[in-house]
């Protein structure tokens, strides 16, 4: 296998890196590694492919924005929205995150380790095959999942208890399913969102992707394997139904 | 000599084809526009009076209406009308009755103003998936929070006094049972349960069937003082001192004794079938400093428990009258534009006299901001608000919340014909009789009225989340949030904003 | 757009201006050059107890001759200077920069529990609003602001913000939209002791500046940030209120929220709440305010700004991006995301 491409990028901006990033994967590089990363945006923005690229530091916002196949990996916090209107491919985070985390997600999968802020996996979307993934180790902000119109959204709250306790969760989701550990306090529920129970056939459902999430981040996954879990699903797949009168 | 006959003001006609003769416009009409002589349908148009009750009945559409089948030669200055009061007043010698509420076309400052939008540099907020607070207090609030510090912990020592609670800023105005009938009432009093918010009883007293909905009613105190015992300051939720009416500033009421009947003569506490009349002022207020000796006075035998609002007619000085009144113990000052609806009106004061309340609630907040004191008092504007589009402009422009009277009285079948007075109400609204009044459900009078608060709010929600606002108290007086379309400076200057484009 | 950072040594301990001006330039992508500035507490220790007053003068002749005598007339200039400015090829120098070291009369003002405060507050309100040529920009004690149109680094450069020791740093780098990019519309915001960076618009705008304008405020400055310094003096100063008051009457919880509360404190934010309700702030917002004590930093209610806190021992960063804090302070410690409305508090440990 080929040496990775390592690049150190401190003081570097996102333009140059981004290039340098995007002719090493057409020329065939399977790994990039960039050292000391401090707020360079858009890192992977675009990328197509199977490449890896590891960010060790804090990228800026757009982490994996529009990115369509590459695994990102990141050893620190990211900021605002990575996996923003991402396709496929993935996201580890090996920390917390910003706000907007996996917005409008299409596809592929964003893994965090630590917390997500505000407005989490909002409108989230899938398509026939497509279907994006969010997974939260720890605790989310408010409006997690808002407006979601699909994929799938598991916070684990690990070192939380409840696992989450903000507000808004899947306000105005008409799609997809938002699986919280533990139980969630009705009065956090969106408007449009209905808890419903966590059956065996949901856990079997989720197994794999709990068990990938906790090997990414060497975590036993025994504890997580049960029911355990509240599942937030839409009460109506349309939530501006019943709104309007015609004139 | 005669003078004869105008036109006809309104033309009837029934499209025999399509008439399966059910006689429902012969039943509905109570004005007698139609009679049956040898099964057919005869029709007398000159006692039309453009109510619609026959043609919204008719199943089968067959019924048309004309306005005006006749014209007069066309003058800009002798108009129809000023012509046909000429002829009226010269016929009779006497004061032209009028109801509804002014119906000159003066431009309607509402349709001059524009709301904001966001746009990139703030976001604009979806109220169906965020928090949006409508929630409106009413009352007296405090100039600053008073508080002693213990150890790191603030204990308050500020003690609010009595506020409403209301669940979205829009209220039903002030209609009398007498005025109005009680199945009318009684669907206000259902509606705004419903919605959490308040009603008017009007000056009139409360029915005991509006009883189980006292907790959602103002009470209110005219110069008439019909129905007003200690019972009844007791049971609203809080008290209305009524100056003055914007349909009809300076000059009193009057509810002709014919609409005086058993049930409305126990609730006004009047004989049967007399005239209630109520005074120009009231004969105890000469002066500001005894309105705030009325306030204090209602507030000492309702124990300090219930608001007291003041309601004045918006006239030239509407300012200055509504900072003396909220330097009174009032809660709130009740502001009503002559555009304001009324029973009954003469005509030339419906007309002529009073202003626009989009002026006077920018004069009103203006005068209170510049004194310190706008946050101490409430402002609930009222007098030609139609639409949620005026709800918002009149928050903008400094309302706390509005009052609606004639848009609560569409919702249960109105259709502004202007005869209120005359106590034929084919929609069993403006009337006693029990054969219309029986008309309203008050379920579903209720459902209907309430449908039209709860889409009035959604459209608020709407419009302050495109604003980029969530909370109605970031909306009130934020008058950076309108620009003025074809205005002009002088008037600008009033409502202080910018014009378009600015 | 806009970024902020702001940074407070707890112990009074005072760091030069260098470290902020690497953190802000970091942040360059926020901003579009139109607008930078800095304020730092605990730079004047000479001069500790006068009002240092630094102005924008457009000329040193008719403007300065009115302020000087409005000065006078209201106390004693202990001191003036033009402010020490170097050159730098992308700034355009627009206003010379003047300070004031300045005690106010202690007779003046009548009717007032702190008169020094309310003398220099009027006199700010009276010079901005009325002398032509002339904006007041800093009316601290010990403190001062440093800005202008330009990027981060050339605003620093200009004033040498280097060469200032503070206990406290805030800075922002400014992308304005609803005013263009003049001196006076940098940021931070600052009247008497309080100084303010902002990051978003806020909605309730008007509302707010009809507030602050009843009770004796001029807003002067073309911009929604400065009515948050006002909000400030008059919750905080004259009503005296602790600042995670302030922040609770600026940006309370949701009714729901209060109503769910136990009932001694579902009725002290009810009272907060209609007290203050034009007090209110509503749009997108992360904003941070200093005084002499320490810094507040809060966001709107439901979170759309950025708002990122990192702590080391004493010290205690707020910013836009993490990246700025570590650019500051690599070694930083803690790092976290307040909730929406939630002040962080930094208080200086006399």
Request: net charge negative; aromatic share 8%; proline share 5%.
């Given at each position: 296998?080929?040496?990775?491409?390592?690049?150190?990028?401190?003081?570097?901006?996102?333009?140059?890196?981004?290039?340098?990033?995007?002719?090493?994967?057409?020329?065939?590089?399977?790994?990039?590694?960039?050292?000391?990363?401090?707020?360079?945006?858009?890192?992977?923005?675009?990328?197509?492919?199977?490449?890896?690229?590891?960010?060790?530091?804090?990228?800026?916002?757009?982490?994996?924005?529009?990115?369509?196949?590459?695994?990102?990996?990141?050893?620190?916090?990211?900021?605002?929205?990575?996996?923003?209107?991402?396709?496929?491919?993935?996201?580890?985070?090996?920390?917390?995150?910003?706000?907007?985390?996996?917005?409008?997600?299409?596809?592929?999968?964003?893994?965090?380790?630590?917390?997500?802020?505000?407005?989490?996996?909002?409108?989230?979307?899938?398509?026939?095959?497509?279907?994006?993934?969010?997974?939260?180790?720890?605790?989310?902000?408010?409006?997690?999942?808002?407006?979601?119109?699909?994929?799938?959204?598991?916070?684990?709250?690990?070192?939380?208890?409840?696992?989450?306790?903000?507000?808004?969760?899947?306000?105005?989701?008409?799609?997809?399913?938002?699986?919280?550990?533990?139980?969630?306090?009705?009065?956090?529920?969106?408007?449009?969102?209905?808890?419903?129970?966590?059956?065996?056939?949901?856990?079997?459902?989720?197994?794999?992707?709990?068990?990938?999430?906790?090997?990414?981040?060497?975590?036993?996954?025994?504890?997580?394997?049960?029911?355990?879990?509240?599942?937030?699903?839409?009460?109506?797949?349309?939530?501006?139904?019943?709104?309007?009168?015609?004139? | 000599?005669?003078?004869?006959?105008?036109?006809?003001?309104?033309?009837?006609?029934?499209?025999?084809?399509?008439?399966?003769?059910?006689?429902?416009?012969?039943?509905?009409?109570?004005?007698?526009?139609?009679?049956?002589?040898?099964?057919?349908?005869?029709?007398?148009?000159?006692?039309?009076?453009?109510?619609?009750?026959?043609?919204?009945?008719?199943?089968?559409?067959?019924?048309?209406?004309?306005?005006?089948?006749?014209?007069?030669?066309?003058?800009?200055?002798?108009?129809?009308?000023?012509?046909?009061?000429?002829?009226?007043?010269?016929?009779?010698?006497?004061?032209?009755?009028?109801?509804?509420?002014?119906?000159?076309?003066?431009?309607?400052?509402?349709?001059?103003?524009?709301?904001?939008?966001?746009?990139?540099?703030?976001?604009?907020?979806?109220?169906?998936?965020?928090?949006?607070?409508?929630?409106?207090?009413?009352?007296?609030k405090p100039s600053k929070l008073e508080f002693t510090k213990n150890n790191g912990d603030i204990d308050l020592q500020t003690?609010?006094?009595?506020?409403?609670?209301?669940?979205?800023?829009?209220?039903?105005?002030?209609?009398?049972?007498?005025?109005?009938?009680?199945?009318?009432?009684?669907?206000?009093?259902?509606?705004?349960?419903?919605?959490?918010?308040?009603?008017?009883?009007?000056?009139?007293?409360?029915?005991?069937?509006?009883?189980?909905?006292?907790?959602?009613?103002?009470?209110?105190?005219?110069?008439?003082?019909?129905?007003?015992?200690?019972?009844?300051?007791?049971?609203?939720?809080?008290?209305?001192?009524?100056?003055?009416?914007?349909?009809?500033?300076?000059?009193?009421?009057?509810?002709?004794?014919?609409?005086?009947?058993?049930?409305?003569?126990?609730?006004?506490?009047?004989?049967?079938?007399?005239?209630?009349?109520?005074?120009?002022?009231?004969?105890?207020?000469?002066?500001?400093?005894?309105?705030?000796?009325?306030?204090?006075?209602?507030?000492?035998?309702?124990?300090?428990?219930?608001?007291?609002?003041?309601?004045?007619?918006?006239?030239?000085?509407?300012?200055?009258?509504?900072?003396?009144?909220?330097k009174?113990?009032?809660?709130?000052?009740?502001?009503?534009?002559?555009?304001?609806?009324?029973?009954?009106?003469?005509?030339?004061?419906?007309?002529?006299?009073?202003?626009?309340?989009?002026?006077?609630?920018?004069?009103?907040?203006q005068k209170l901001n510049d004194q310190g004191i706008r946050n101490e008092?409430?402002?609930?504007?009222?007098?030609?608000?139609?639409?949620?589009?005026?709800?918002?402009?009149?928050?903008?422009?400094?309302?706390?919340?509005?009052?609606?009277?004639?848009?609560?009285?569409?919702?249960?079948?109105?259709?502004?014909?202007?005869?209120?007075?005359?106590?034929?109400?084919?929609?069993?609204?403006?009337?006693?009789?029990?054969?219309?009044?029986?008309?309203?459900?008050?379920?579903?009078?209720?459902?209907?009225?309430?449908?039209?608060?709860?889409?009035?709010?959604?459209?608020?929600?709407?419009?302050?989340?495109?604003?980029?606002?969530?909370?109605?108290e970031s909306?009130?007086g934020?008058?950076?949030?309108?620009?003025?379309?074809?205005?002009?400076?002088?008037?600008?200057?009033?409502?202080?904003?910018?014009?378009?484009?600015? | 757009?806009c970024?902020i950072i702001g940074v407070i040594d707890r112990t009074m301990s005072r760091m030069d201006g260098?470290?902020i001006?690497?953190?802000?330039?970091?942040?360059?992508?926020?901003?579009?050059?139109?607008g930078a500035g800095y304020v730092a507490y605990g730079i004047y220790p000479d001069y500790a107890d006068c009002y240092a007053i630094h102005v924008f003068f457009d000329?040193l002749?008719e403007p300065k001759t009115k302020v000087d005598a409005i000065l006078e007339q209201w106390g004693r200039i202990v001191h003036q200077e033009e402010i020490p400015?170097?050159?730098?090829?992308?700034?355009?120098?627009?206003h010379i920069s003047w300070r004031y070291f300045f005690k106010p009369y202690a007779d003046q003002t009548v009717g007032t529990t702190n008169p020094d405060d309310d003398n220099v507050k009027h006199l700010v309100m009276d010079i901005n609003a009325n002398v032509e040529g002339a904006l007041i920009f800093s009316s601290g004690k010990n403190l001062g602001v440093f800005k202008a149109?330009?990027?981060?680094?050339?605003v620093?450069?200009?004033f040498?913000i280097?060469d200032y020791k503070g206990y406290i740093w805030l800075a922002h780098?400014r992308?304005?939209?609803?005013t263009?990019?003049w001196w006076g519309g940098a940021h931070p915001f600052n009247l008497l002791d309080w100084s303010v960076v902002h990051n978003g618009?806020i909605?309730s705008y008007g509302t707010n500046r009809r507030y602050v304008e009843g009770h004796g405020y001029e807003c002067t400055m073309l911009t929604d940030t400065e009515v948050v310094a006002y909000l400030f003096d008059l919750l905080g100063r004259e009503h005296g209120l602790p600042p995670e008051v302030v922040v609770k009457a600026l940006a309370p919880?949701?009714?729901?929220?209060?109503?769910?509360?136990?009932?001694?404190?579902?009725?002290f934010m009810?009272t907060l709440r209609l007290t203050y309700g034009p007090a209110l702030m509503n749009?997108?917002f992360a904003i941070v305010v200093a005084t002499k004590d320490g810094i507040v930093a809060f966001t709107d209610?439901?979170?759309?700004?950025?708002?990122?806190?990192?702590?080391?021992?004493p010290?205690l960063?707020i910013?836009?991006?993490?990246?700025?804090?570590?650019?500051?302070?690599?070694?930083?410690?803690?790092?976290?995301?307040?909730?929406?409305g939630e002040p962080v508090i930094g208080r200086v440990i006399e």
């Amino acid at each position: 296998m080929a040496e990775p491409l390592v690049i150190d990028v401190k003081g570097m901006h996102y333009s140059p890196l981004n290039k340098m990033i995007r002719k090493a994967v057409a020329t065939g590089v399977k790994e990039i590694v960039l050292n000391n990363v401090l707020g360079q945006r858009f890192i992977g923005n675009g990328v197509r492919g199977d490449a890896k690229i590891i960010v060790n530091g804090v990228p800026g916002g757009d982490l994996g924005m529009f990115m369509s196949g590459p695994e990102c990996e990141v050893f620190g916090n990211a900021e605002h929205a990575p996996g923003n209107t991402m396709d496929q491919g993935s996201l580890i985070i090996h920390g917390s995150a910003g706000d907007a985390v996996a917005h409008s997600m299409r596809g592929g999968k964003v893994f965090v380790e630590g917390n997500i802020g505000y407005r989490g996996g909002i409108h989230m979307k899938e398509y026939e095959g497509k279907r994006p993934i969010l997974v939260v180790g720890g605790t989310s902000h408010a409006f997690l999942g808002e407006y979601m119109a699909g994929g799938l959204i598991l916070v684990l709250g690990i070192g939380n208890e409840p696992a989450v306790q903000d507000r808004g969760i899947g306000s105005g989701i008409h799609g997809g399913e938002i699986i919280i550990r533990g139980d969630v306090d009705d009065k956090l529920l969106g408007v449009g969102a209905k808890k419903v129970e966590f059956t065996d056939d949901d856990l079997i459902r989720l197994t794999p992707v709990i068990e990938d999430f906790c090997g990414r981040f060497d975590i036993d996954p025994k504890p997580f394997l049960d029911t355990n879990y509240s599942r937030i699903i839409p009460a109506s797949a349309r939530p501006f139904a019943g709104k309007y009168t015609w004139e | 000599m005669s003078l004869g006959s105008v036109p006809l003001k309104y033309k009837i006609s029934i499209d025999r084809d399509q008439c399966m003769k059910c006689m429902r416009c012969v039943d509905n009409c109570s004005y007698g526009v139609y009679r049956v002589e040898d099964d057919k349908i005869l029709i007398d148009s000159r006692k039309c009076t453009a109510c619609h009750r026959c043609i919204s009945m008719c199943p089968r559409d067959a019924i048309s209406l004309q306005e005006r089948p006749v014209d007069y030669r066309s003058h800009p200055v002798w108009t129809v009308e000023a012509r046909e009061d000429v002829i009226n007043q010269a016929r009779t010698g006497k004061i032209i009755l009028s109801g509804m509420g002014n119906a000159v076309d003066y431009p309607i400052i509402f349709d001059r103003l524009l709301l904001d939008a966001c746009q990139v540099t703030n976001p604009s907020i979806d109220p169906l998936r965020e928090p949006m607070e409508l929630r409106t207090y009413i009352g007296k609030k405090p100039s600053k929070l008073e508080f002693t510090k213990n150890n790191g912990d603030i204990d308050l020592q500020t003690k609010l006094t009595p506020n409403l609670k209301l669940d979205t800023p829009i209220m039903v105005g002030h209609m009398s049972y007498g005025a109005i009938s009680l199945p009318a009432q009684l669907s206000i009093a259902k509606a705004v349960k419903k919605t959490g918010t308040f009603m008017g009883t009007g000056e009139g007293g409360m029915h005991e069937a509006i009883y189980p909905y006292q907790d959602h009613s103002i009470v209110q105190i005219a110069s008439g003082r019909f129905g007003v015992d200690i019972d009844y300051l007791e049971r609203g939720a809080a008290i209305e001192i009524k100056v003055g009416q914007g349909a009809k500033p300076g000059i009193g009421g009057h509810l002709p004794g014919e609409k005086v009947c058993a049930d409305v003569s126990c609730t006004r506490m009047i004989p049967l079938g007399s005239d209630a009349i109520s005074p120009a002022p009231h004969h105890d207020i000469y002066s500001i400093e005894d309105l705030a000796q009325l306030v204090r006075s209602l507030k000492e035998a309702t124990n300090w428990e219930k608001p007291v609002f003041v309601k004045i007619a918006a006239v030239h000085n509407v300012a200055a009258i509504a900072a003396g009144i909220a330097k009174s113990s009032a809660d709130a000052v009740v502001i009503d534009g002559f555009k304001g609806g009324t029973g009954a009106a003469p005509k030339v004061f419906r007309d002529n006299v009073g202003l626009p309340i989009e002026a006077a609630i920018a004069a009103v907040d203006q005068k209170l901001n510049d004194q310190g004191i706008r946050n101490e008092v409430s402002i609930i504007a009222s007098g030609g608000i139609r639409n949620s589009g005026d709800l918002a402009k009149s928050i903008a422009l400094g309302a706390d919340a509005v009052y609606i009277g004639t848009a609560s009285l569409i919702a249960l079948g109105c259709r502004v014909c202007g005869n209120c007075y005359r106590g034929l109400c084919p929609w069993g609204i403006a009337t006693q009789r029990p054969e219309l009044v029986s008309r309203i459900d008050s379920d579903v009078g209720a459902e209907n009225i309430a449908n039209l608060i709860h889409a009035w709010t959604l459209e608020l929600s709407e419009l302050m989340g495109a604003a980029g606002l969530n909370s109605i108290e970031s909306l009130r007086g934020n008058r950076e949030r309108l620009r003025g379309y074809m205005l002009d400076q002088g008037l600008l200057d009033v409502l202080k904003i910018e014009p378009m484009g600015v | 757009m806009c970024g902020i950072i702001g940074v407070i040594d707890r112990t009074m301990s005072r760091m030069d201006g260098s470290s902020i001006k690497e953190a802000l330039s970091l942040m360059d992508e926020r901003g579009s050059g139109e607008g930078a500035g800095y304020v730092a507490y605990g730079i004047y220790p000479d001069y500790a107890d006068c009002y240092a007053i630094h102005v924008f003068f457009d000329n040193l002749l008719e403007p300065k001759t009115k302020v000087d005598a409005i000065l006078e007339q209201w106390g004693r200039i202990v001191h003036q200077e033009e402010i020490p400015t170097y050159e730098q090829p992308r700034l355009k120098k627009e206003h010379i920069s003047w300070r004031y070291f300045f005690k106010p009369y202690a007779d003046q003002t009548v009717g007032t529990t702190n008169p020094d405060d309310d003398n220099v507050k009027h006199l700010v309100m009276d010079i901005n609003a009325n002398v032509e040529g002339a904006l007041i920009f800093s009316s601290g004690k010990n403190l001062g602001v440093f800005k202008a149109s330009g990027w981060p680094e050339d605003v620093a450069n200009y004033f040498r913000i280097e060469d200032y020791k503070g206990y406290i740093w805030l800075a922002h780098n400014r992308y304005p939209t609803n005013t263009a990019g003049w001196w006076g519309g940098a940021h931070p915001f600052n009247l008497l002791d309080w100084s303010v960076v902002h990051n978003g618009e806020i909605t309730s705008y008007g509302t707010n500046r009809r507030y602050v304008e009843g009770h004796g405020y001029e807003c002067t400055m073309l911009t929604d940030t400065e009515v948050v310094a006002y909000l400030f003096d008059l919750l905080g100063r004259e009503h005296g209120l602790p600042p995670e008051v302030v922040v609770k009457a600026l940006a309370p919880p949701f009714w729901d929220e209060i109503d769910e509360m136990p009932e001694k404190d579902e009725e002290f934010m009810r009272t907060l709440r209609l007290t203050y309700g034009p007090a209110l702030m509503n749009g997108p917002f992360a904003i941070v305010v200093a005084t002499k004590d320490g810094i507040v930093a809060f966001t709107d209610r439901i979170k759309l700004r950025p708002l990122i806190v990192g702590e080391n021992g004493p010290r205690l960063y707020i910013s836009s991006e993490e990246a700025a804090i570590r650019t500051m302070d690599p070694d930083v410690e803690k790092i976290y995301m307040p909730r929406a409305g939630e002040p962080v508090i930094g208080r200086v440990i006399e």
